[in-house]
């Protein structure tokens, strides 16, 4: 269950509802808001609920408490009815315009990311995306650049003022990304990494958790509900094909994934259509098709060769083909009462 304590509670009180959680058997799991302290009480198995809610109700400081059956709590609908909108700067996610984020898989030097840029931003997106950090299934593909990568996506910020998102994917690099980014990415490999997981938790830095390419919708609830145990509640989901025997598309992109995490959670949620389907020609109406069924945001592989990209390249569109892109989107969103 979830104990919403009353505004202004004091320290003193706080300790009383947990010692009192404490001692009816429950893991206490407290995330303490500027505006109000909320508690996730899990486990004790052979406690009566009902009971422990009314002498819990019984210490005055207690404003609300909410049953929760699902095997997470504080990302379900239940905790939050609405939907949460993350701040990153100007930018707002799950709010009522859907966030364009663009930009190379990889950063490959300072002209390939400049040039993507510049042209991303003049077309309209308004978060910079690209790996420094690169996961790769083959051991002799690229790495990435590391902490030069880093540096250039710093200096494409200053340049256009757009904020990044980019992967963080080891707990040893996480102070160095924070440096950087603007929002953190977690991979489809580290979906279930339970220790990056708990570590970004503890950062004060939006999080966009992809979801496992095996994943069930329910456990990427699951890994979301690590991060925001842990005290950061700016988690974004995103959606990024799953495997399935297909072989045409690198994955099967599952929009209706879209549509489930709207049911089921607040945190707003995101479509990659570019690891989703691997091919470029699909990516424009696969967009389309997720800025339809309600997705927050996009995220959008753009390379000016793709090539010569030296990562995804068979996925990633050309600038003109973002432009084109991004002048047909608003029409879309528009039909289902949102903006660009
Ligand atoms: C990427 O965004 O380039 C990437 C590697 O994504 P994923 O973790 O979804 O494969
Ligand atoms: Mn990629």
Request: glycine fraction near 10%; include cysteine; hydrophobic fraction near 40%.
């Amino acid at each position: 269950m979830i104990i919403i304590l009353k505004q202004g509670s004091t320290k003193e009180q706080i300790e009383q509802v947990e010692t009192m959680l404490g001692d009816l058997g429950y893991g206490v799991h407290p995330i303490y808001g500027v505006e109000r302290t909320v508690i996730g009480a899990v486990g004790a198995p052979g406690a009566d609920k009902e009971d422990a809610a009314s002498q819990l109700k019984a210490l005055g400081s207690v404003d609300e408490i909410v049953f929760v059956l699902k095997p997470y709590k504080f990302v379900a609908k239940e905790y939050k009815p609405g939907k949460s909108i993350i701040k990153v700067g100007n930018v707002e996610i799950g709010g009522d315009k859907v966030v364009i984020m663009a930009g190379p898989c990889t950063v490959e030097s300072r002209d390939q990311l400049l040039t993507t840029a510049r042209a991303v931003k003049a077309a309209g997106a308004t978060v910079l995306r690209g790996g420094a950090y690169k996961p790769s299934t083959s051991p002799y593909s690229f790495q990435g650049m590391g902490e030069d990568g880093l540096k250039l996506l710093a200096e494409a910020r200053a340049e256009t003022g757009l904020p990044i998102i980019t992967e963080v994917m080891h707990v040893k690099n996480l102070d160095l990304v924070c440096e950087y980014a603007d929002i953190l990415q977690i991979g489809t490999r580290n979906m279930q990494n339970y220790e990056i997981l708990a570590e970004v938790g503890k950062v004060r830095k939006p999080v966009m958790l992809k979801r496992g390419m095996t994943a069930k919708i329910e456990e990427w609830l699951q890994a979301a509900e690590y991060i925001v145990m842990g005290g950061n509640e700016d988690v974004m989901l995103c959606e990024r094909g799953v495997r399935t025997f297909e072989q045409y598309t690198r994955n099967t992109l599952d929009l209706s994934a879209v549509l489930a995490v709207r049911d089921l959670s607040h945190l707003p949620v995101i479509v990659d259509p570019s690891q989703g389907t691997g091919r470029a020609a699909m990516v424009p109406a696969m967009s389309k098709a997720a800025v339809s069924v309600g997705t927050d945001g996009l995220i959008i592989e753009v390379h000016p060769d793709p090539a010569k990209a030296i990562k995804d390249g068979a996925q990633s569109i050309t600038i003109p083909a973002f432009e084109k892109l991004m002048r047909e989107l608003p029409a879309v969103a528009a039909a289902v009462e949102r903006g660009i």
